[in-house]
């Protein structure tokens, strides 16, 4: 859900200024838009996604363009599941120069599509759902990863199987046929599993709670899932607000409970620990990932040894290739070592290293955001910094410099499609990583940044 006001991710200028580093990576949101009469598409553009059966045919008085809620209405009838599957083994800133020198040559840039995916939202209808995989078959990656939101799936008690659960088994079964990989991140308790402090995500007060869910998830989808990530940024705030403490070993806990569970179930599931939001030390809101990341190790993470190590290794307005600190002045943004692609995983491996491992690494969230095209202001200047076409360059040459290292396994771009009407004009900071985009027409017809086309045409 939207954290419009949330300190880190629209004030990061503030934090760029001390020692401190900014969060700038958006939570998950309900999808919503505009939408009027179809136009004839572009040569670029979408062809015209399905209908949405859930659609409010209520008329806004000043535009006369009609407004949609939830794209999963109460009145949706979904399909029947599948069979089962037998188990498998602001202002515009004027952007700086730059001394970025490897610009990435597309059409000769081959990638591994086994060790490559994209993020997509879960609450969608069936239709738009398998639509939606279809513009990833496109991009020609293997992965989709998709977050079991616990709120969304058991909102009023556990043992709950109803309408979320059930479309989210179908969205899984789907992905799955068309012959995905499916990663799923494990977030967001819901409120009755929590008795204080539900202004913002977090874990459950009894972590049993948290093994029932996941046997139920797993009873329904397992399957067709192929890895967990278990949890996602557990140094914010935001998402680990409740009677647990913010630490390292305060997650170790709930991974426990999650690895047994996830294990009595299957031993070929691939199990990630949570990717950590790339930030500084700031009271209240964040802690250091580099220093969260040791705590875990000192709780026993080390021990887990088939698990992979999670990292979300945001650039911002930094290329791929850049070390820190390649200071501009007045850019901002740059002068911390969390604000570079490359850097992040080199300091990950250096502490990995240092507690003895030797695992993968998997990228399960990176990408550059622009704000170029968009009618309003960027939520942050340096969205300013990144043209559509820095956007794809930067993004292959990540996954070239990814899969060049032994210790890089998967690598999950985000994202598809959040970006439309309506988080554009809200300057929701998700839509400016989003590769495809509206037309701001009206339409339901979407664009294709460069880095679609990028990947879609690589050899």
Same mark, same amino acid.
């Given at each position: ?36 009469? *179809? ?16 659609? $409010? ?78 513009? /990833?078959?496109?991009? @020609? ?81 397992? *399957? ?21 403490? /913010? ?12 690895? $047994? ?10 199990? /990630? ?29 080390? @021990? ?54 030797? @695992? ?14 968009? *009618? ?35 690598? /999950? ?8 009407? @309506? ?26 940044? *460069? ?9």
């Amino acid at each position: 859900m939207p954290r419009l006001l949330f300190l880190t991710l629209l004030c990061p200028a503030l934090f760029a200024c001390s020692s401190e580093v900014s969060v700038s990576i958006a939570p998950e949101v309900q999808i919503t838009a505009k939408v009027a009469e *179809p136009t004839i598409p572009e040569l670029d553009a979408e062809p015209e996604p399905p209908p949405d059966p859930t659609r $409010d045919s209520s008329v806004s008085e000043d535009t006369g363009s009609q407004e949609f809620g939830p794209i999963v209405g109460p009145e949706y009838t979904q399909p029947p599941t599948n069979t089962s599957k037998p188990p498998t083994a602001t202002p515009v800133v004027t952007r700086p120069a730059s001394d970025y020198t490897t610009p990435v040559a597309v059409d000769q840039t081959r990638l591994d599509p086994a060790r490559m995916g994209i993020q997509l939202h879960y609450d969608y209808d069936v239709d738009t759902w398998e639509y939606r995989l279809q513009q /990833i078959k496109s991009l @020609r990656v293997n992965w989709v990863k998709v977050q079991a939101a616990w709120e969304w799936l058991q909102p009023n008690h556990g043992g709950q199987f109803d309408q979320n659960f059930r479309l989210f088994q179908l969205h899984v079964q789907k992905a799955d046929k068309y012959g995905f990989q499916v990663m799923l991140s494990i977030v967001k308790a819901p409120d009755w599993t929590r008795h204080s402090n539900r202004n913002e995500d977090g874990p459950p007060d009894d972590l049993n709670q948290l093994g029932a869910f996941l046997r139920l998830l797993l009873e329904k989808v397992g *399957p067709y899932v192929d890895a967990i990530e278990i949890w996602n940024e557990p140094n914010l705030r935001r998402e680990w607000t409740g009677s647990r403490p /913010i630490s390292g070993a305060s997650y170790m806990e709930l991974f426990r409970v999650a690895y $047994d569970t996830i294990r009595a179930y299957s031993p070929h599931i691939t199990l /990630i620990s949570a990717g950590l939001a790339p930030t500084g030390n700031h009271s209240g809101v964040s802690v250091d990932d580099r220093a969260f990341l040791r705590q875990m190790h000192q709780a026993g993470l080390g @021990r887990y040894a088939d698990v992979k190590i999670g990292v979300h290794p945001y650039g911002w307005g930094n290329p791929p290739d850049f070390l820190c600190c390649n200071n501009v002045d007045g850019q901002g943004w740059d002068d911390q070592p969390q604000f570079f692609f490359r850097q992040t995983l080199r300091d990950y491996a250096s502490i990995i290293a240092a507690f003895g491992g030797n @695992r993968q690494m998997w990228v399960t969230e990176f990408g550059w955001a622009t704000w170029e095209d968009y *009618p309003s202001e960027p939520p942050d200047p340096w969205m300013t910094y990144n043209s559509a076409l820095d956007q794809m360059d930067y993004t292959m040459r990540a996954f070239q410099l990814g899969q060049s290292r032994a210790d890089i396994g998967v690598m /999950i771009l985000w994202n598809l499609s959040y970006a439309e009407e @309506r988080t554009v004009y809200d300057r929701i900071e998700l839509a400016g990583y989003s590769i495809l985009y509206p037309r701001f027409d009206g339409s339901r017809n979407q664009r294709k940044r *460069p880095l679609y086309h990028a990947l879609e045409r690589r050899p």
